[in-house]
């Protein structure tokens, strides 16, 4: 027998092991780990041909989820769910369902908003948003777009619920079709007629401190006030509002709508919200899937420095460098 030394344990082996008999004892699937011998990597195209020999040290990893320690993980939270990523995006606007895919995975969301709509029953051989899109792997967000009423809005995701379970939702009451600005008073209602029902809304809201302490007094497990009209690209018009709501809030705040390019979703962050949905921002995009990247990173960079904390403005100059000692 031979001796050898695996992920820091002693263990014999028959003489002339090779690697892919070593795996295969383990019971692990080769093209699925990667191997350390000596400190050297071994392709794996040689592992039947490797024989191990007495001394060696072995490490053999493989990927699991994640990164980083739980203690140091930057996730948020929403209904009891846990996600890393802090961009949702939508389905909306993109070019066909093989686009918005390869947008989805640029951006890292783990979240997408879907609407709720008929079933093409004349043709039911047209590719689905499923067939792309697992929901498997994705939260599916049902949302209530192009919905003019609270009683509206609560059918939509009655639906929603029977047709794929979902209790997570995202709810959205328009007041009218040139600003799709949420009707504050139906949004209300129909929230506390969804909570009661057992649903985990997430609200769609005008940018409004005390509307925001209603909807989370009634239920809401997220507040989503709009940085400027769906749509509009405008960026965030109301960083003041924003802030009060954030500091006032219990629950998780997200900007929905309005943002148009990386630096809105950054500042956003920087507010202090727990994430952005967007979905004009990255779909209207020349290149959507590097749109879709630049979102990421932008999300993750205005993350940063929320936490790192900004320096303190200053009405004057301030030099970098010491005066004293000057040439």
Request: glycine content about 10%.
């Amino acid at each position: 027998m031979i001796s050898v030394t695996l992920n820091g344990d002693s263990r014999a082996l028959a003489p002339a092991t090779t690697i892919s008999a070593l795996l295969a004892a383990l019971e692990l699937d080769a093209a699925m780990v990667a191997v350390e011998r000596n400190l050297a990597i071994v392709p794996r195209s040689t592992f039947a041909d490797t024989v191990l020999a007495d001394g060696d040290r072995l490490e053999i990893v493989h990927f699991v989820g994640g990164g980083q320690d739980d203690d140091d993980a930057d996730g948020w939270e929403v209904a009891g769910r846990k996600f890393h990523s802090r961009l949702i995006v939508g389905t909306g606007k993109y070019k066909d369902f093989a686009q918005n895919a390869a947008a989805l995975v640029a951006s890292g969301a783990e979240i997408v908003t879907v609407a709720v709509r008929r079933v093409n029953v004349t043709d039911k051989g047209q590719p689905t948003l499923t067939d792309f899109i697992d929901p498997k792997v994705y939260t599916y967000l049902p949302n209530t777009a192009g919905c003019f009423t609270g009683d509206d809005a609560v059918r939509t995701l009655r639906l929603a619920r029977e047709a794929g379970g979902w209790n997570l939702v995202k709810l959205e009451v328009l007041g009218e079709a040139r600003t799709l600005y949420p009707d504050m008073a139906e949004t209300l209602r129909a929230t506390d007629i969804l909570v009661k029902d057992g649903f985990d809304v997430m609200v769609y809201c005008a940018d409004d401190p005390i509307a925001a302490k209603k909807l989370e007094d009634l239920g809401a497990c997220a507040i989503m006030p709009l940085g400027s009209l769906i749509g509009s690209g405008l960026g965030i018009q109301n960083p003041v509002t924003l802030r009060m709501i954030i500091e006032g809030a219990r629950v998780p705040v997200l900007v929905d709508a309005g943002v148009g390019t990386a630096s809105d979703a950054a500042v956003a962050m920087e507010l202090g919200c727990a994430g952005v949905l967007m979905n004009t921002a990255i779909a209207e995009a020349r290149d959507p899937v590097l749109m879709a990247r630049a979102m990421k990173l932008a999300v993750e960079s205005g993350r940063l420095a929320y936490r790192a904390g900004r320096m303190q403005r200053r009405r004057y100059a301030d030099p970098s460098s010491p005066l004293a000692g000057l040439i």
